[in-house]
């Protein structure tokens, strides 16, 4: 792994997610720890001990939960470059509510939410940047729940089409019908009837 463009790719993502001077910027991508995955591999699984904020660099993630059945539920779709979930709304007693799965090959960026939480307390514009990741997925949280709950099959994709442009190609369909709470079948039918 080539540490240097790595932490590029960090610093080019911060750059682009808030208006943070260069140094609070370096304070960041210096905390930040880059690791490597493969298709397949798990950075956590549930109840697991997993407190890290992450940022995926490149590749693509789902978050998937077992229901007390054992069948694996999607809960979250996640696409480079983009901040996943923040720790508090994926992680209980300081363990993980979920499995964080990639589905391609994948570079992360992690840091332990306490840390995260110390700079946040020093300095404003992270501190700036880290509500703004957690307001972001309050709001998508929110309208998940709003269409799962108001949407029939064929709303819900047209929901998930204009909300999470381009996934429909780059994840598997039985993990997006799950993320929508339908069937395969029923999202097959879905998507014959929108086109």
């Given amino acids: 792994m080539d540490m240097k463009s790595t932490k590029f790719d960090l610093r080019r993502f911060l750059q682009n997610q808030a208006s943070m001077p260069s140094e609070s910027i ?3 991508v210096q905390a930040f720890e880059v690791r490597v995955f493969a298709a397949g591999d798990f950075l956590v699984r549930q109840n697991d001990p997993f407190q890290d904020e992450c ?3 490149s590749g693509r993630v789902v978050t998937t939960i077992l ?3 054992g069948k694996e539920v999607c809960v979250g779709l996640y696409d480079s470059p983009m901040a996943l979930s923040p720790s508090i709304s994926r ?3 300081e363990k993980s509510l979920v499995n964080i799965e990639f589905t391609s090959s994948a570079t992360i960026a992690l840091l332990h939410a306490d840390q995260l939480v110390s700079l946040m307390v020093e300095n ?4 700036q940047w880290g509500n703004m990741i957690l307001r972001a997925e309050l709001q998508m949280k929110s309208e998940h729940q709003w269409a ?4 029939d099959n064929k709303h819900k994709l047209a929901w998930f089409r204009s909300r999470l442009v381009g996934y429909e190609d780059k994840f598997d369909h ?3 019908a799950s993320y929508l709470g339908m069937t395969p079948v029923s999202f097959s039918r879905a998507r014959r009837t929108l086109g």
């Fill in 26 to 28: 370096e304070v960041l």
């Fill in 55 to 57: 940022v995926l660099l």
């Fill in 67 to 69: 229901d007390h059945k």
């Fill in 91 to 93: 992680t209980n007693a």
């Fill in 124 to 127: 404003e514009h992270i501190r």
């Fill in 148 to 151: 799962l709950a108001a949407l």
């Fill in 174 to 176: 039985w993990r997006i």
